[in-house]
């Protein structure tokens, strides 16, 4: 809880939930309108939740400049994309802000517009949270809570030795939409310019794909740390080695007019944000993958394969392992 001295004027933080949050809430009636101290959700007969907290800091997750709209889709996307790999349908979330001095009322309202827009989308609602002053950075922290069948939440660990390693859409879009929302690249189309920065500032959670990969994945993770930290967070966890071909990494034609060879590896492999998902599953069900692939319109590219050991491998196509400077974000 914050101290009374770190809150909004009681008038200025009711009036701020009642104009632009209290709406995001009308359509849950556990929500109560936001006048209430908690909310109240029951899960469907034969299922359970699956809770995600995530903050999104600004200069460490979103630039200043970036459009209010953006920073909000991006702040409940990227805890939306943890539900879809772990195969969970979302149904509602919190929303806690830290607020420092310089968001208006108008940057508000635009962010308060951000999450209707997605609301509408992903068929979910918020149900309450927290607003406080803060000396420091912009702080937007969301609570994601969805549903999955009683026992069926694809965990990290349960990866097997024999199995394929997949990655859902394209690597590495978000740290080239970071790299051009910083500098000044001359030579680059504008559709392929405005396509890098919007993945950066507004990820795609999978979570049609998500949900269906329920009796095919036997371990699952969303992509936030970089492809090679991540999967070495997932073989961690099942007590495996994944091994990686990095000539089998899927790239978008925008990405790779920017960077290009050794360069486009270097950059990517352990660079953050790109919010796919990332997951093993036995041989067997490649076709069944490859169908829901198409049905989904979600692109799924095997990309390595489970082996005894620990540890994550990053292969060229003689075999050798490619040593990178960094794996991913480090968050301390």
């Known amino acids: 809880m914050s101290r009374p001295s770190d809150r909004p004027p009681r008038a200025g933080e009711f009036d701020l939930i009642a104009r632009l949050f209290a709406p995001l809430a009308a359509g849950f009636p556990g929500a109560f309108g936001l006048t209430d101290d908690a909310a109240v959700l029951a899960p469907a007969a034969g ?14 997750h979103f630039l200043r400049d970036d ?13 939306l994309s943890d539900l879809a790999a772990k195969g969970a349908v979302p149904r509602v979330y919190l929303l806690a ?9 108008a940057w508000l309202a635009s962010f308060a517009a951000g999450l209707s827009l997605d609301q509408s989308q992903f068929a979910l609602s ?23 069948s009683s026992g069926m939440m694809i965990r990290r660990a349960g990866a097997r030795v024999g199995d394929l390693v997949f990655v859902t859409g394209t690597i590495g879009d978000a ?3 970071l790299f ?14 405005q396509m890098l920065v919007q993945r950066y500032r507004v990820p795609e959670p999978r979570l049609a794909f998500g949900c269906e990969l329920m009796g095919m994945a036997n371990a699952s993770l969303d992509i936030s740390d970089g492809l090679v930290a991540d999967l070495g967070h997932l073989a961690a966890a099942s007590h495996v080695r994944i ?52 049905a989904t319109a979600t692109r799924a590219t095997c990309i390595g394969h489970v082996c005894a050991g620990t540890g994550v491998a990053l292969l060229n196509g003689d075999g050798r392992e490619i040593l990178l400077a960094s794996t991913g974000y480090r968050h301390f």
Not at 48 to 60: F, G, P, T
Not at 265 to 292: K, Q, V
Request: aromatic share 4%; hydrophobic share 40%.
């Open 97 to 105: 802000l830290a607020l420092p001095d310089w968001p208006d009322m």
């Open 67 to 79: 459009p209010p709209g953006d920073v909000a889709r991006k702040a409940l996307r990227r805890a």
């Open 180 to 193: 051009l929302a910083r500098n000044t690249v001359s030579g680059l189309r504008d559709a392929d310019r």
């Open 47 to 60: 299922c359970e939740l699956v809770l995600k907290a995530d903050s999104l800091i600004e200069s460490v």
């Open 126 to 148: 918020l149900v309450g949270g927290e607003t406080n002053r803060t000396p420091g950075p912009l702080t937007i922290t969301i609570t994601a809570i969805g549903e999955v």
């Open 175 to 177: 740290a080239g939409g």
């Open 243 to 294: 091994e990686i071909a990095a000539d089998r990494i899927p790239f978008s034609p925008a990405l790779q007019t920017l960077w290009s060879g050794e360069d486009l590896i270097a950059r990517t492999a352990g660079a953050g944000d790109d919010y796919e998902i990332a997951f093993t599953a036995s041989a067997g069900h490649e076709a069944r993958i490859a169908e829901l692939s198409r």
